[in-house]
Structures are given as structure tokens and as C-alpha cells.
């Protein structure tokens, strides 16, 4: 009988050694959190790399792993490591795709955690973007505004107003400007929309469309009303009566546009502004490029963006040591090398400020111009949103942009069809 007591005994004790190695608590009394950064450029990567050593050589009791991670499949790997119970403690992502984990439960409400001078240093638009149900699950670190990368010897030889952040195009200058700009084969803009839904919400921002709406029970409805027809409008217009939008590119990523402009094939690109790193290594020598804000509308600059947010997951038992670790990555200096890594824009004020990000050189200025602009995504809270997005709203703005649907169809989609897949996750 105590034979057949003490062996269950046993296996529970070595059961639970093995568990106490799992979270993090070394034997020497050190905590080891995991860390995974989805840094893809070789400058970003090892800022990230970096600022890790720098932290493990100066805490010596609280070490931080560096774990790579992908964009391309961040979600599906997060859920599964959530599920599994083997998720990283600090998480990596962008504030677009925290909904689902924050309602879920996974992720951390950061509200008390978070010391007040990271609190304050980050402007409450920022905060909005990873506010869930009055709960913060991410912090806005890094941000994108679109931009338009033109062809600068082709717009000064062509006598168009240049355009600067105070004094942008409206939508109107802006479709008839590319319409001066193009003929015998080429084009005044290649608008790359292999995923159209993003930049189509976020742009509408400028002139007032808002396309979700939430009541005052918290449902939210799509409604596609006038101030949301303006940008999509406009981008059919290009590729379908002006022909000044190159048809060839609707279905492209940003990337694959930057032979043809290159090539002198289209005058401008929007795309992030990030995609000045690849212009820089992939122009031809003596290219001459410059950056131009996107088209304002009644609202002036104001564009959407999701930052790329850093979490903490809800199953980590060193919360407190991976908040520190997240005050110490996004230190204004630190912030800065984190964003001239991936040639982005940092959220924090401070930041903002540094002399790096005011330069002429590939057109620092021009970008940094825009950060008062930005305000969150208009789907960033709308739970189902990934749905609606995939089955609904990719399928119809792709078909609108080619011209094989007209506006009154686009707009019966959205509205229609999404409300039936939005009503899902609001019962």
C-alpha cells in the first residue's frame, strides 16, 4: 500500500519540477521571459537584438530570450500558442489584430501595469487603437502613414503643384493631376490593392467616412454613405475612366510596383512609408524620388493606422518584469532606433522630437509631418472584423476597382453581406 502511494507522489513532484522550469522561474531564483519580435529588416532586427542585450547586461535577475516571429502568419500562431498554453510573455504584433485575443482573454489588460511616464509620453489617439472594452492590450510603439512615393524629374518636368503637408492635394487635385500625368502608356499612379480593405478604410478617414457605427447598445452596422464613397471613387475612376491608374497593378502588393516605377512605367505609388528602405537599395542610380502626403478631404490629412502594439500574454506569470522590459524597449532614444530600424514613425511625443526624424535625407520630414494626422483604424475594435474583411469587403472592392461592379453593388455588399457576418459576433 505505501509503494502505491509513494510512486503517484513521486510523479507529481517530478510533474511539478517539470512545470516550475515552464514558467520562466530559473532555480537560481533568475525569470526568463520570451520575447518575439516580429522585426523583419536587417536593421530592425538587430535594433531589436540589441536593445536585448543591452537589457539582459544590466538586469541580470530578469533575462530576456529574443524569439523571431513572421507577419505572415502571426495570428494563427499566436492562437495556437494561446491554446496551448505556451505563449511568448511579451508578443509582438499590430493593434489591428489584438481584438479577437483581448476579448478572448489572452493578452494582459495593461492598464495598471504600465508605468505613468510611458502612459503619458504616448498620445491618447495611440492608446485608442489597442483599447478593448476599456482595457489596454497593446502598446502602440511604431506607426505607418501611406504616402505617395512619386517620380520627382517626371512631376517637376510635367509643372504640377507639388504637394506638402500643408498645402495637400484634395481628391479631385489629385485624380486630375494623374490624369495630366498620363498617356502613351504610362500612367499618372499604379495603385497597388492586392489587399484593398486596409488602405481603402484608413484613406477614407481624410474625407470623413467611417463606415462602422457603433449605437449606443454597442452594435456595430456598416453603413457605406457619401463620405465613405470618395477615396474607392476615386481609384475607379483612375483605372476606369481616366485611365490614369495602371489596371495591371490593382492586383499587386506595394513591392511589385516598384520595378515599373522604377521604369518610369507610373509617376506616383502610394504606399507606407516604410517603402522608402527598398527604394533606397532597389533605385537605379541617380533615381530622383521624393515623398508627397496622401489626398486630404474635409478632414483634412487624418488617415487610420495600426500600429504595431507590444502585449503581454495573460498566462504569463511575470507580468510585472515584462512591463518593465516594455518601458525600457520604448524609452524615447530607444524608440527611435527602434523606428529608424523600420523606417517608421515611433507614437511617443518625446520621440517625435528627435532631430533624426526632422531630416531632409530620404524625406524624414515629410513622414513625420503626417504623425498628428493618424488616428485608429476605423475596424480596429469591431469584432469580426477578419471575416467581414476576407469574405465580404476584399471580394467587393477588388471587383469595384476593376469595374465589374458599380458603386450601388459595392455598396449592397458591404452593407448586406457584412451586417449578416458582423450580427455573428454580436448576438
Partial sequence: ?????????????????????????????????????LAWQEESVEANQELVKEWNASHPDV??????????????QLLTSFEGGEAPDIIHDASDDLADFAYGGYLADLTDLLPRRLRSD????????????????????????????????????????????ERPWSWAE???????????GKYGVAWPLKEPVSATLNLSLSAGGQLFH?????????????????????????????????PTTLGSGGSDTLPGFFGGRYAMVPLGLSYRQ????????????????APAGTDGLT???????????????????AAEFIDFLLRPKNMV??????????????????????TAENDWATGTALAGHLRSAPAQSVRGYPEWKDKVATPAFQEYYSGAIGLAELRRRLEDDGNLVLARYQR
Fill in 278 to 293: 527598398q527604394i533606397v537599395q532597389q533605385a537605379p542610380k541617380g533615381f530622383d524620388w521624393q515623398v508627397l502626403p
Fill in 122 to 165: 504616448i498620445p491618447q489617439r495611440s492608446w485608442d487603437t489597442a483599447t478593448f472594452g476599456g482595457g489596454i492590450y497593446g502598446v502602440p510603439f511604431l506607426q505607418e502613414p501611406r504616402v505617395l512615393i512619386a517620380n520627382a524629374k517626371w512631376l517637376k518636368d510635367a509643372g504640377v503643384r507639388i504637394p506638402t503637408p
Fill in 63 to 76: 533575462k530576456v530570450e529574443y524569439v523571431q516571429g513572421s507577419w505572415d502568419s502571426v495570428h494563427d
Fill in 1 to 37: 500500500m505505501r509503494t502505491r502511494v509513494l510512486l503517484p507522489l513521486v510523479v507529481l513532484a517530478l510533474l511539478l519540477t517539470g512545470c516550475s522550469g515552464d514558467d520562466g522561474g530559473g532555480s537560481d531564483g533568475r525569470v526568463t521571459l520570451r520575447f518575439q519580435s
Fill in 214 to 246: 457603433r449605437d449606443a447598445d454597442g452594435k456595430v452596422t456598416v453603413r457605406f454613405e457619401a463620405a465613405d464613397e470618395v477615396m474607392p471613387r476615386t481609384v475607379h475612376d483612375q483605372a476606369n475612366t481616366d485611365r490614369s491608374a495602371s
Fill in 337 to 358: 532606433r527602434l523606428a529608424l530600424g523600420d523606417w517608421m514613425l515611433p507614437t511617443g511625443t518625446e520621440a517625435l522630437k528627435d532631430p533624426a526624424l526632422h
Fill in 174 to 184: 489629385f485624380r486630375k493631376i494623374t490624369d495630366e500625368l498620363s498617356g502613351d
Fill in 303 to 321: 488617415q487610420g493606422v495600426s500600429p504595431q502594439t507590444l502585449s503581454i500574454a495573460e498566462d504569463s506569470p511575470y507580468k510585472r518584469e
